[in-house]
Nanobody, 127 residues
Framework: QLQLEESGGGLVQPGGSLRLSCAAS????????IGWFRQAPGKEREGVSCISSSGGSTNYADSVKGRFTISRDNAKNTVYLQMNSLKAEDTAVYYC????????????????????WGQGTQVTVSS
């Protein structure tokens, strides 16, 4: 069974950092593009960042550019989201998602593209 599991969320002060992990089980991530999404209370789930299967292409939402970095280690079957300079508005449940197929950078932040989703990890930015 294909599963994704997020970890690394928690409570952090504004300006702090967290690193989220998305680990796959039941399949290898080598051929899958991965997206990170987030959903704040009362809001739609939005794309945050995405990365191609090779890691050679990435994309970011404007709201996180320059602060978040997506990366992957296919040997560990894991994708990461390094989040720096966190703000209160980054508070949300963060999800990773996977899709196998051609990677189109301009479209990779769109939810309907993805087939497999994790259960999410809570990130709270508060003093």
């Amino acid at each position: 069974q294909l599963q994704l599991e997020e970890s690394g969320g928690g409570l952090v002060q504004p300006g702090g950092s967290l690193r989220l992990s998305c680990a796959a089980s039941g399949f290898t991530l080598d051929y899958y593009a991965i997206g990170w999404f987030r959903q704040a209370p009362g809001k739609e789930r939005e794309g945050v960042s995405c990365i191609s299967s090779s890691g050679g292409s990435t994309n970011y939402a404007d709201s996180v550019k320059g602060r978040f970095t997506i990366s992957r280690d296919n040997a560990k079957n894991t994708v990461y989201l390094q989040m720096n300079s966190l703000k209160a508005e980054d508070t949300a449940v963060y999800y990773c998602a996977a899709v196998r197929g051609p990677f189109i950078q301009a479209m990779c932040l769109r939810r309907p593209l993805y087939n497999y989703w994790g259960q999410g990890t809570q990130v709270t930015v508060s003093s």
